[in-house]
């Protein structure tokens, strides 16, 4: 017979579709924090961590991973139907991740130059993020995602509390941390002012301009706020930091690509090209 206790406790799947694991690896990262969520909560299903699998329904999905094939985009649909609150985790399950560079490119020339049998390969032309496919209730951005941020959003949903994410720029983050901007001081070509904070501005503070793993700041895709500026800093990359067209392009053209403003002042310079 099952603990009672156990029933009593909200169910957690981590569920993966096309990803690294890496953000999956952030969860197990909490360390001491994740046995205390083991405690507040039933972790039924999360393969990275226990052969125990149990099945749905859940009261949290945490999903990474984008959706890259026909079997994947019918499981999600699955996954939504036995998730209460579902969270997508990283830019692969946010934005499509860095395989949505094959969204500009031929798929069926990657498989004849990458698989000796190319037939046996079942993809999507495309790799899209979650939102695409199912609603989604709440967004963890970055490459991989930061753990302390995980760690507030299920506390709060457990507790009950409205959640709140950072949506600032990471210069906002520099700012906090006294890092001396590296566009100003080294003339690179930094994502920082167009990025979303909550990786508290790693590479700035090492000295590396920002390339845009926690995506797009503030309206990118939903909810309050504007767009940001990516002619504006775009621009600058071109007149200021002398980056060539295709340059330009490629700062936007990585991890969260695929997302709407980022991809859009891509195809700007691409066709400067």
Not at 154 to 174: N, R
Request: charged content about 20%; overall charge neutral; some cysteine.
């Amino acid at each position: 017979m099952s603990n009672p206790e156990l029933r009593q406790r909200p169910r957690l799947a981590v569920i993966k579709f096309a990803s690294c694991d890496g953000c999956q690896l952030s969860i197990l990262n909490l360390e001491d924090d994740l046995l205390a969520l083991g405690q507040a909560l039933d972790i039924a299903y999360f393969p990275e961590a226990s052969s125990a699998m149990n099945a749905g329904p859940y009261d949290i999905a945490l999903v990474e991973g984008s959706i890259t094939t026909a079997e994947d985009a019918h499981r999600i649909l699955n996954v939504r139907q036995q998730a209460k609150v579902l969270i997508t985790i990283g830019a692969c399950a946010t934005a499509g991740g860095i395989q949505a560079l094959r969204n500009w490119g031929d798929i069926e020339a990657f498989k004849q130059a990458v698989y000796p049998r190319p037939d046996y390969i079942q993809s999507l032309s495309t790799s899209t993020p979650i939102s695409e496919h199912v609603h989604v209730d709440f967004e963890l951005w970055g490459c991989p995602i930061e753990k302390g941020q995980l760690l507030r959003v299920i506390t709060d949903l457990v507790a009950g509390v409205q959640l709140h994410l950072p949506a600032d720029s990471v210069c906002l983050e520099c700012k906090r941390r006294g890092n001396v901007c590296v566009v100003v001081a080294k003339g690179m070509p930094c994502l920082g002012p167009v990025t979303r904070t909550g990786c508290g501005a790693i590479c700035p503070a090492m000295g590396r301009d920002c390339y845009g793993c926690f995506g797009p700041s503030e309206g990118a895709r939903k909810g309050p706020g504007l767009p940001p500026n990516t002619a504006s800093l775009a621009r600058h990359f071109h007149e200021g930091l002398h980056l060539i067209p295709v340059e330009v392009l490629r700062r936007f053209r990585g991890i969260n690509g695929a997302v709407d403003p980022f991809r859009n002042e891509s195809t700007v310079w691409e066709n400067k090209g």
